[in-house]
């Protein structure tokens, strides 16, 4: 399915939490349950030989709002890697700064990882950051791209807001430079 | 070296660059809203950071509130809990609230610029991808996460990595009846709902610079909707008229000094963009969107396209999407009966938008079926309507003026459409779901919305519009 968007991922009825805790359960929530609350049993999610940590979509996925709930939402359903051959921009700064790693592979990698999902939903596909590579049980392997900064806050557990809050001094000369009040 | 009007502001608001890495962003203003900034207050808290500049900060309540009676306490318990939350957080942390029952109260990104807090050459962010509707000042202005809500307040930076930059041409002369709305959406049409991911975008061309601010408004806030990270316009002296005597807006020496700086605020002749498009505005016709994503757009006199004119990669999609729309591929747009009409939200639900809708609608009558809401962007555009009798209009069309907030764009609080039924919105997103539970949204103008209203079925304004009447 292309262009999944946050609105699919995390309906706006469901953003009314005033705390990151959750989400998961209302993950695709209108596509994974009839309006009566019964789960519709041809959605993917539902079936579970289908369960993993590995999320895979087709292109442009996150597109939409820039709700953060989208990526609480499949953090807190298990899910520690998203895999697309596209990912929107606020999507993939969302993911990243609640360690769920977005991997872009290549359309032609992404269309390989479904024909093996198809053929066994209980296929075991490797992600290993430090690598940087998305490998597949027959050893077709593709590198992915991260910059070094967020790989290294990722690998160690850092966030962006203990490194700016160690720059502090340094924003305050710029406001000062810059005049600003 | 020639610079683009977006490296101009970038160079000026970079504190540093981590090397192989992002820059660290200065913001200059920060707007918080009660959806996606709890989590950020308790984050602070928690690592117990005082808020770095709250004076930077402006608070409003917007997202889940009532659009009627909004002097009563919130029906919806969680949206009161929420709306609560950020009444408390603002007063612990000295940030400035334009809640409900204030007369600055409205939707964010409408009440920036009419209260003259958005000005050119700033950086400003909010946690909502529609941020990018300030970029029509020239400013650089996106929307973030919760994450980086939370990293703004605490040392008002941000770490980023410079986008690629695009440009998109508008020359011409626009065709009677067609308006910036549709100009973007013929934009989003040409280039796909993610034809401009991991760009900033520009737009210029002298049909862009004939535009009013509240029109450049509506350009640039749906760039998101093409996946562009923000979209911006040079400004001009349209800008600063528009923002001369603004609450907010510099006075005296500092408007002067302010101004000369602002002049300067424009991409230099032979500035590289790493990607440029042209349109000519004579090709654009009134549009309307027919499926579940802002690209799937077409002019009101178009078609569905036929299966055979999709792509087999996109076909499953386009597929559901139809299934959804309970649309058939081929189909004329024009004469699909509608069963609500939505005039607001951050897009279109400026002062300008309810006088253009008054002045087609006076003395029409809505189409028996249709169920017509009109919802101001903020608490100055419903003041405003009522002193110049647009009130009076709507209310003889037999329009309802509710007041001010996000509304049925996304039916976070009471205002959906149900399940099944046509909407014919002035918002920014048709996704599935995104105006209630199976709810169908066709996304066009405020005149193309009006004109279904009356009619009640999507139907082309111009064959309505008096001969010398634009």
């Known amino acids: ?181 | 070296m020639a610079k683009t009007l977006f490296e101009k502001i970038w160079d000026r608001h970079v504190v540093k660059t981590i090397e192989g890495g992002p820059s660290v962003l200065y913001i200059d203003r920060h707007f918080i809203h009660e959806v996606t900034s709890p989590q950020a207050f308790k984050g602070l808290e928690k690592r117990g950071v005082e808020v770095f500049r709250p004076k930077q900060i402006i608070a409003t309540a917007d997202h889940n509130v009532p659009t009627i009676d909004q002097h009563l306490p919130i029906k919806d318990e969680l949206s009161r809990i929420q709306v609560q939350s950020l009444i408390e957080n603002c007063k612990k942390h000295n940030v400035e609230l334009y809640g409900l029952g204030h007369p600055y109260q409205g939707i964010v990104h409408v009440i920036g610029p009419e209260l003259g807090i958005t000005q050119p050459g700033m950086t400003m962010v909010c946690g909502d991808s529609h941020t990018s509707t300030h970029g029509a000042f020239g400013a650089i202005a996106f929307g973030i996460g919760t994450s980086e809500v939370e990293m703004v307040m605490a040392t008002q930076c941000l770490l980023q990595s410079k986008p690629k930059l695009m440009r998109i041409n508008v020359e011409g002369k626009l065709n009677r009846g067609v308006i910036s709305k549709d100009i973007i959406l013929y934009i989003i049409a040409q280039i796909s709902a993610s034809g401009a991911t991991g760009y900033f975008v520009e737009y210029a061309g002298s049909a862009i610079r004939e535009l009013s601010m509240e029109a450049r408004m509506t350009i640039c806030n749906m760039s998101i909707e093409m996946g562009a990270r923000g979209g911006m316009i040079a400004p001009d002296d349209t800008t600063f008229v528009y923002l001369k005597g603004r609450p907010f807006a510099p006075q005296g020496a500092d408007w002067d000094n302010r101004l000369a700086q602002w002049r300067e605020l424009y991409s230099d002749e032979g500035a590289r963009f790493d990607k440029e498009i042209n349109i000519d505005a004579a090709t654009i016709e009134p549009m309307i969107t027919y499926g579940t994503n802002p690209g799937m757009g077409i002019s009101v006199n178009g078609h569905v396209p036929a299966l055979s004119e999709i792509n087999d990669k996109e076909l499953p999609s386009y597929i559901k999407s139809l299934d959804y729309m309970g649309l058939h591929q081929g189909d004329p747009i024009k004469g699909k009966k509608v069963d609500y009409v939505f005039i607001g939200s951050c897009t279109n639900s400026r002062i300008e938008d309810l006088r253009l809708v008054a002045s087609f609608v006076k003395g029409r009558k809505k189409a028996e079926h249709v169920e017509v809401w009109i919802v101001p962007g903020s608490k100055q555009v419903e003041q405003q309507a009522i002193k110049e009798g647009i009130d009076k209009v709507f209310e003889a069309a037999g329009f309802h003026l509710r007041q001010p907030g996000c509304s049925a764009c996304l039916g976070m609080n009471e205002d959906k459409i149900p399940a099944g039924k046509y909407c014919i919105s002035t918002s920014n997103r048709n996704f599935e779901g995104r105006q209630g539970p199976n709810a169908r949204t066709l996304l066009a103008s405020p005149l193309t919305a009006a004109v279904a209203a009356i009619t009640g079925e999507v139907s082309d304004v111009r064959e309505y519009l008096e001969t010398n009447n634009s």
């Open chain 1, 1 to 181: 399915m292309e262009n999944v968007d946050t609105d699919q991922i995390i309906p706006a009825r469901f953003l009314k939490a005033t705390s990151r805790d959750g989400f998961g359960e209302n993950l695709f929530r209108d596509w994974r349950y009839n309006a009566d609350g019964s789960p519709k049993k041809d959605f993917v999610l539902n079936d579970p030989t289908y369960k993993g940590r590995i999320l895979v979509a087709a292109k442009n996925f996150g597109c939409g709002s820039s709700r953060e709930h989208a990526a609480w939402a499949i953090k807190d359903a298990g899910f520690d890697v998203v895999v697309s051959s596209f990912f929107a921009d606020i999507f993939k700064n969302n993911a990243l700064n609640n360690f769920l790693l977005p991997v872009t592979v290549s359309d032609e990698f992404l269309a390989r990882i479904f024909a093996a999902i198809k053929k066994d939903p209980a296929t075991s596909i490797a992600v290993d950051l430090a690598a940087q590579t998305i490998t597949l049980p027959d050893g077709g392997q593709e590198t992915f791209e991260i910059n070094n900064y967020k790989k290294t806050c990722l690998l160690n557990g850092y966030d962006d807001i203990d490194y700016l809050l160690s720059i502090r001094g340094d924003i305050e000369n710029f406001e000062k430079i810059n005049e600003i009040a």
